[in-house]
């Protein structure tokens, strides 16, 4: 049997591909299927199909997912990802899922981001929910197991071998001891532990990273993390959430409070329609210049608009500031701010497989590294699921039945029940909810968007001291649930994600993509390595292979011209 953990879109392909080649599966989810952080992405999924522009290629989807990363991507996982795409798409089509299309039948292709050609497929502005919704739909159709409402706390490890893993039930506490041949670890990013992210309250929360890392695995480029330049700043309870980058693909505009368009400053040239990594900076940097809005935002105005484009065009948009804000868009600006969005880095893997450094433990989907680099291309992440999703449910499948027996520790079983019963018991003066907060505003404050010694220094300072408040924490399991409990486990999870994160942004000593160090403006060729973390062995430089010839040869400036760029 093969565990997958997280439920999203990579958990759930990965858990049908098992299924269908026979091998029994399981898979485990603390949010309910339905609701996956999946469910969230709007803008579309990658392949270069060539249904728009015959002349687009793998090698030339390669070509502009390797210098978006400002070559920090693995070229083999970037090549195996491009070459993989449109087999990712026709099982999404296998599955049903219903695409946009032409009026002659085929995929409609869009623009989004840096890309040469129209590559991006997509359904509305909701894709990552249809996605969802399908792969939830042709798991039922298989049989595959889903346990949702289930925190997994440790996988089970005995002589450098996952053999499962332990958990408890967030509402009744039950606990779960599965045992397992292989397990696929699907459960996220760490984007969680900013004060304003993309990500809901209980997921991203660094689940991953701590999983890895206690049973053996490193982690890669923790620091190298994704700021979208637009998450809503009010109410409190939904900060980070996203205004989606077509408000400015459409024609908004960014102003800070002195009514100035900034963009002026920082992309003459591309103004709003500039990168995801180069808008961010420029809000960030109008409001720590004192140029910001009394809350500490800018202003994104589409109130110039027709009102038409609005409702037809922003439709999302639109019902998420009236619902959230009582805002009506059409006539009022948006108060907006640079918001955690997408953890690049992750467990380290083999391109060929996903696997760890752990026997029969494998990683994919944001939970994982190598494709991103340290800039994202926008419609990467959604194919980067399907693909590998595939390819490590095979290799998974393939471990299991190699296996003639396996060994099973009650040693590593008793440390896994210990550590949940020692955390019921704890009945310190420390609140977890309390915890959380100041560890986010820790990582906000000194390692947001930009980044410098003395702040990264200064946050690890308070890392240490919030590390030691968590030794007296309370914890109050209640008749609504275990939810303290999971919040403990996340604040464990969240404290390890930020000390990789912090000594990681410490070591990368140059400015390059979203990673942007104020004492080292400059970009440093000697840092094109990938920064590879353990506690055991702290961080190591790890080289790049270089990239093949057939796509070093298409990697050029690509024209952005009334493109949003990424």
Same mark, same amino acid.
């Given at each position: ?6 439920? #999203?879109?990579? #958990? ?35 392949? !270069? ?34 070459? +993989? ?8 089509? =296998? ?6 299309? &032409? ?55 005995? *002589? +450098? !071998? ?26 996220? #990013?760490?984007? $969680? ?67 100035? =368009? ?11 329609? /500039? ?5 961010? %900076? ?8 004192? $140029? ?29 500031? %009236? ?13 907006? !701010? ?7 880095? +992750? ?7 996903? /696997? ?12 994982? /590294? ?51 019963? *020692?955390?019921?018991?704890? *009945? ?24 410098? &010694? &003395?702040?990264?220094?200064? #946050? ?10 968590? &030794? ?12 303290? @409990? ?36 400059? @970009? ?28 070093? /040869? ?13």
């Amino acid at each position: 049997m093969v565990l997958v953990i997280g439920t #999203g879109g990579a #958990g759930l392909r990965a858990a049908i591909e098992l299924a269908e080649a026979g091998v029994d599966v399981l898979a485990v989810g603390k949010r309910p299927k339905d609701d996956a952080h999946t469910a969230l992405a709007a803008g579309g999924i990658n392949a !270069a199909l060539s249904t728009m522009d015959p002349e687009d290629s793998w090698q030339q989807h390669a070509a502009d997912t390797l210098k978006e990363s400002y070559l920090l991507a693995d070229p083999r996982t970037t090549q195996i990802v491009t070459q +993989g795409a449109a087999r990712g798409i026709d099982d999404l089509e =296998r599955y049903g899922m219903a695409f946009a299309r &032409e009026e002659d039948g085929r995929i409609s292709q869009r623009f989004f981001g840096a890309h040469k050609f129209r590559r991006t497929a997509f359904a509305g502005d909701y894709t990552g929910l249809e996605i969802q919704r399908t792969l939830v739909g042709r798991a039922a159709q298989l049989g595959i197991p889903v346990l949702d409402g289930v925190y997994i706390t440790r996988l089970l490890v005995h *002589d +450098g !071998a996952v053999f499962g893993a332990y958990g408890f039930d967030l509402t009744d506490g039950t606990r779960y001891l599965i045992h397992a041949d292989a397990v696929i670890l699907a459960a996220g #990013g760490h984007t $969680r532990i900013w004060r304003r992210t993309s990500s809901r309250r209980d997921e991203n929360t660094g689940d991953s990273f701590r999983l890895a890392v206690e049973a053996g695995a490193r982690l890669r480029d923790p620091e190298l993390v994704q700021f979208h330049p637009s998450g809503i700043i009010e109410p409190e309870n939904a900060a980070g959430t996203l205004v989606s980058e077509a408000a400015r693909g459409e024609g908004g505009i960014l102003r800070n409070a002195l009514g100035e =368009r900034f963009m002026s400053r920082y992309d003459p040239a591309r103004m709003e329609l /500039s990168t995801r990594d180069r808008v961010a %900076l420029a809000s960030y940097t109008e409001i720590k210049e004192g $140029r910001g809005t009394p809350n500490g935002g800018v202003w994104l105005d589409v109130s110039h608009l027709p009102r038409q484009t609005i409702m037809t065009r922003l439709p999302r948009v639109y019902q998420t500031l %009236l619902d959230l804000q009582m805002l009506d868009i059409t006539r009022d600006p948006i108060e907006i !701010a640079p918001t955690a969005h997408y953890s690049m880095g +992750g467990v380290w893997v083999r391109p060929e497989d996903h /696997s760890t450094d752990v026997r029969g433990l494998y990683a994919i989907g944001e939970a994982s /590294s190598g494709l991103h680099g340290a800039n994202r291309l926008g419609g990467n992440s959604l194919i980067e699921l399907l693909v590998f999703g595939r390819i490590t449910g095979q290799a998974a499948a393939a471990y299991s039945r190699s296996l003639t027996s396996h060994t099973r520790s009650a040693s590593a079983t008793a440390r896994a029940r210990a550590e949940i019963d *020692d955390l019921l018991a704890a *009945d310190g003066p420390e609140n977890v909810r309390a915890l959380q907060r100041a560890l986010r505003n820790t990582m906000t404050e000194h390692a947001g968007v930009v980044r410098n &010694e &003395e702040g990264l220094r200064a #946050g690890l300072a308070e890392l240490s001291e919030i590390e030691r408040r968590m &030794e007296k924490v309370g914890v109050h399991p209640d008749i609504a649930g275990f939810q303290d @409990l999971a919040h403990a486990f996340d604040l464990l999870s969240a404290a390890l994600a930020a000390r990789a994160t912090l000594e990681a942004a410490l070591e990368r000593r140059e400015s390059r993509g979203c990673h942007n160090r104020s004492d080292y403006p400059d @970009l440093d060729p000697a840092l094109r390595v990938n920064l590879v973390w353990s506690p055991a062995t702290g961080i190591t430089h790890e080289s790049i292979p270089p990239v093949p010839d057939e796509i070093a /040869s298409l990697m050029e400036e690509v024209s952005t011209e009334g493109k949003l760029a990424e």
